[in-house]
């Protein structure tokens, strides 16, 4: 009898040991808080859906949803790069480089373009979950597919001689965030740069000159000149060091 009564109370307060150590590890693994520089986003239904946790708000855990995603993605400028072949006007086929900088404005739209990052799946505090690595193949299935969409088609009617490389820029600019914002991304800026072959970066020089030549009232003699250096034949000269002569005896 004794006996019994002293079992229960044991049982008891193992119990609630028990309880006591269940409730502090929910309570710790529930200390999660997303950053100013995050924007964190769960689903509780496998992708379905998506909730953003704004900064400073404790990020929940999945507990036993299997079903229960987060990802987090960057609250700051990112960079891009990327080249292609574009046809300019009058068919000239340039090597296009673009260098970009964004800002991921709408995460949940984002996401929903670019459904794979949602099994990064990183804790709001592993340094891990800001790797920018892991946004480069967002970046080129959301961000270069449509820049270079809208490159082409503005390109198309651009003189590579006579065009305005910085207001093409801003076009370019203009015209993608058209495109981009609608998926929760911005563009701060773009670089565009073109890279012509041999024979196209002659016929610029040459087009060039002969707008200095005709300035000058020297049309014709513009002429002459740059004939004579097409026609002309490029010489090689090597200078070569001669062994030392031997000594006279």
Same mark, same amino acid.
């Given at each position: ?21 269940? *409730? ?8 999660? $808080? ?31 949803? $299997?079903? $229960? ?19 300019? &006007? ?11 900088? $964004? ?11 670019? %459904?794979?990052?949602? %099994? ?14 892991? *946004?480069?193949? &967002? ?10 969409? /809208? ?26 965030? %058209? ?5 929760? /991304? ?16 002659? &016929? ?9 030549? %005709? ?35």
């Amino acid at each position: 009898m004794c006996l019994g009564g002293l079992i229960k109370p044991f049982y008891m307060k193992t119990f609630f040991k028990l309880l006591g150590f269940c *409730f502090l590890f929910i309570v710790i693994e529930s200390c999660s $808080y997303s950053k100013s520089n995050q924007q964190v986003l769960v689903s509780s239904d496998c992708g379905v859906s998506w909730t953003q946790i704004n900064a400073g708000e404790s990020v929940p855990k999945g507990g036993l949803n $299997y079903c $229960y995603m987060k990802v987090v993605i960057p609250n700051f400028p990112m960079q891009g790069d990327m080249d292609f072949v574009a046809n300019l &006007a009058e068919k000239v086929r340039v090597k296009t480089l673009i260098d970009y900088d $964004y800002s991921i404005t709408g995460a949940i739209q984002f996401i929903k373009q670019a %459904k794979f990052l949602g %099994k990064a799946n990183k804790d709001a505090d592993d340094n891990a979950a800001l790797d920018p690595s892991a *946004f480069e193949g &967002a970046e080129n299935i959301v961000i270069d597919k449509r820049i270079k969409d /809208v490159a082409k088609a503005l390109f198309i009617n651009e003189d590579i001689i006579e065009m305005d490389q910085q207001d093409l820029e801003n076009k370019l600019l203009q015209e993608s965030n %058209k495109v981009l914002e609608p998926l929760g /991304v911005h563009l701060n800026f773009i670089t565009l740069t073109f890279d012509p072959d041999e024979q196209t970066r002659q &016929a610029i020089d040459v087009s060039t000159a002969m707008k200095i030549y %005709k300035s000058k009232g020297l049309e014709d003699l513009g002429k002459q000149v740059i004939s004579a250096r097409a026609g002309a034949t490029k010489v090689s000269v090597e200078n070569k060091v001669l062994p030392a002569s031997p000594p006279a005896e």
